[in-house]
């Protein structure tokens, strides 16, 4: 076994990696660029080594910097999680020539299985069924015809894609030549290679995988399937272990595919053999993964088995066990808990984390964020992973909802409501879900934050009115000068005073009225007479009329986060001598959303613009976005060019001139 391993990546799974090697007395090193200074997986490693800029083509995809990181500190392998390096052959090739173990299969099989046009060439040769479509190399037009013969609907794959990326959708010829463009363009800036194959699209395919493993004396085992529809933009959002209602015959004829697919490359190491089931109970090969995946722990809840240990065991020679050791019970289910807001198209979120709770205590949670650490515009939006195992699926959801009501986090936006809507819907818990089940249920899923309960809003007003008394909120050093008093203190007078706070855009008034030991607060539809029992930082436990309510306040400007019963409610202080509200700075849907790279700009000054009409497409946090015209104008000024680096969250990227009424 290794006495040291490098980290050749960041955040939650840097910290997973990191958790197994010490159990095994394995040593540490992690790498870090300018943006994770203080990072979790930076302290949490034995050493630690900067490796440059924040963008990760200068850190954690430079690999002579982290293959050096790894000579200079006698480090005897690299375990590069996923993403980042983890499919690049090229990086194989080098840790090999550098004398370092890569924590991986051996180059030749990550190149043949990172390009999805020679792995599914070499399934089809094996006997692993693969979905009908075209893999050859032909012009435009050429692929326009092969995909006439497939039948519309088609999906269009970059070869060497990853993350969803290069992929579009076609559902008629007419749509054929600007989708095979723009899935070119987009595979050529994420992957530098615009290759591209055809796929017969499967109308409503569940996404099974096999977890495999081989390792270096000719074994291949698999660690049974996961089942991973529950998928926005093409990428994951909720996985499980085992995949429910399978047949048995279903079953085994995935684990079998999977295995004989592994055979067929010779797979050494830990990796994914992907699957779309279609409604028939067809099953076709799409991609195996050569790496670890984000979602494995799914696979460990069921199997008790660690897999970057096997990983580790492997990558030194050691043997894996035998396929009847590998048995599974319970049912586990994961949810990401990524910085987007769901509402608007999954836009990523970033930002300062100002407050986090996460059920650690209670349930597998692996993330590598922390209060005051940002949300950067670097990486991907993925902040947590919350896994959780029960005797059967619908014990796991109801625990997957338990851990997910008791994460809180603030400074960024979360899908945490868009999870939990998922999870309570009547579909997912009979497992009616296959790829679409987003988009068919947008209508449930896709909901307008909920409106603040009364005893929401008086948690606000009961924070606000109790810190501002608190030891450093306190205007008189003299404890008995009325002006160290905040209670609205007026001579011969009951102590009135009013709150302004914004309540889904509403400024509502609450009229508060101080009691000798607590407070009158007259809301829109109600009035109660509240005490607060206790602040402590955020946490506050109050009392409202004969009810008591524990509940989280997180103010940062004019902006409140109540974490209350399980939900989150965005509430604004409205502090009548200064004009801010909520969101000024939000308005004007020209400025930058965060920052990031333009890719494509599609209009030109002088236009005349309809609102919707698109402007540019800028990348941030691995996701498109498109920019379009806020209302009816004309195009006065574009202010980036395509490559140009947006370097902050508010910048103007156009100017448009508003279309005079007539
Ligand atoms: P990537 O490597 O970019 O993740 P994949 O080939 O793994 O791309 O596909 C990602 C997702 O797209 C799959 O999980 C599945 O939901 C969907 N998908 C892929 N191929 C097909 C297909 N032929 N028909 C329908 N859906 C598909």
Not at 356 to 370: F, K, M, S
Not at 483 to 504: C, K
Not at 611 to 623: Q, W
Request: proline share 5%.
């Amino acid at each position: 076994m290794f006495n040291k391993i490098l980290i050749a990546n960041r955040g939650e799974i840097a910290l997973r990696i990191i958790r197994s090697a010490e159990q095994l007395g394995i040593r540490t090193v992690a790498v870090f660029s300018d943006a994770d200074k203080f990072s979790p997986h930076v302290v949490s490693a034995d050493e630690a080594i900067h490796i440059g800029a924040s963008p990760a083509p200068q850190s954690y995809l430079a690999f002579d910097k982290i293959i050096a990181a790894a000579k200079r500190t006698g480090a005897e392998a690299i375990h590069p999680g996923y993403g980042f390096l983890s499919e690049n052959a090229d990086f194989a090739a080098a840790c090999e020539q550098a004398g370092v173990c890569f924590i991986g299969p051996p180059a030749n099989v990550i190149r043949t299985m990172g390009s999805k046009r020679d792995a599914k060439a070499l399934m089809a040769k094996s006997g692993v069924p693969i979905v009908p479509g075209f893999i050859g190399d032909l012009s435009n037009e050429g692929l326009e015809a092969e995909a006439e013969k497939i039948g519309y609907p088609v999906l269009i794959k970059a070869s060497a894609g990853g993350g969803g990326r290069g992929m579009r959708l076609v559902q008629s010829g007419n749509n054929f030549a600007a989708a095979l463009l723009s899935a070119r363009r987009e595979a050529k800036s994420a992957f530098g290679d615009d290759s591209i194959l055809l796929e017969k699209y499967i109308e409503s395919p569940r996404h099974i995988e096999v977890q495999v493993f081989g390792d270096t004396h000719g074994n291949i085992i698999h660690l049974f399937e996961r089942d991973c529809s529950v998928q926005r933009r093409y990428q994951k959002l909720i996985e499980e272990a085992p995949a429910s209602q399978l047949t048995t015959a279903e079953q085994e004829q995935i684990q079998r595919a999977a295995l004989t697919a592994a055979e067929a490359i010779g797979y050494v190491g830990a990796g994914t053999v992907e699957f779309v089931l279609d409604e028939r109970g067809d099953v076709y090969f799409i991609e195996m993964n050569t790496r670890l995946q984000v979602e494995h722990p799914v696979t460990e809840m069921i199997t008790g088995q660690d897999l970057v240990a096997l990983q580790l065991r492997i990558a030194s020679g050691g043997t894996l066990p035998d396929q009847s050791d590998i048995c599974a019970a319970g049912h586990a289910i994961e949810v990401r808990l990524c910085a987007e807001d769901s509402a608007r198209d999954f836009a990523p979120s970033i930002g300062t984390i100002s407050h986090l709770t996460l059920p650690e205590r209670r349930y597998r949670v692996d993330h590598g964020i922390a209060v005051g650490l940002d949300v950067s515009p670097y990486y991907d939006s993925m902040i947590a992973k919350l896994i959780v195992c029960a005797e059967d699926r619908a014990a796991a959801i109801k625990h997957a909802i338990r851990a997910l009501e008791q994460s809180e986090v603030a400074g960024i936006t979360t899908n945490r409501d868009f999870l939990l809507r998922i999870l309570a819907h009547p579909n997912f818990a009979t497992a009616r879900v296959d790829t679409h089940f987003i988009d068919r249920h947008q209508c449930d899923l896709l909901v307008a934050p909920p409106h603040p309960d009364a005893s929401a809003i008086v948690a606000a007003v009961l924070f606000l009115l109790t810190s501002r008394s608190q030891p450093g909120n306190v205007i008189s050093s003299e404890p008995n000068s009325p002006w160290h008093r905040r209670d609205a203190f007026r001579m011969n007078l009951p102590n009135n005073e009013q709150v302004h706070i914004n309540v889904d855009d509403v400024t509502q008034v609450i009229a508060v009225e101080h009691l000798e030991d607590g407070f009158l607060l007259k809301l829109a539809q109600t009035s109660a007479s509240c005490f607060v029992d206790s602040l402590n930082g955020a946490e506050i436990i109050f009392r409202m009329d004969a009810e008591r309510f524990s509940a989280r306040v997180v103010a940062t400007g004019a902006r409140m986060d109540v974490f209350l019963g399980g939900r989150q409610y965005v509430l604004g202080y409205q502090d009548p001598l200064y004009a801010e509200t909520l969101d000024d700075a939000a308005a004007g849907g020209l400025a930058a959303p965060m920052p990031g790279v333009v890719l494509e700009v599609f209009v030109e000054v002088g236009q005349v613009l309809t609102a919707g009409t698109p402007i540019m497409l800028i990348e941030a946090m691995k996701i498109e976005h498109t920019i379009t015209a806020p209302f009816d104008g004309l195009l006065n000024e574009i202010c980036f060019k395509a490559g140009d680096q947006i370097t902050a969250e508010g910048i103007p990227l156009a100017v448009m001139e508003p279309t005079a009424l007539s």
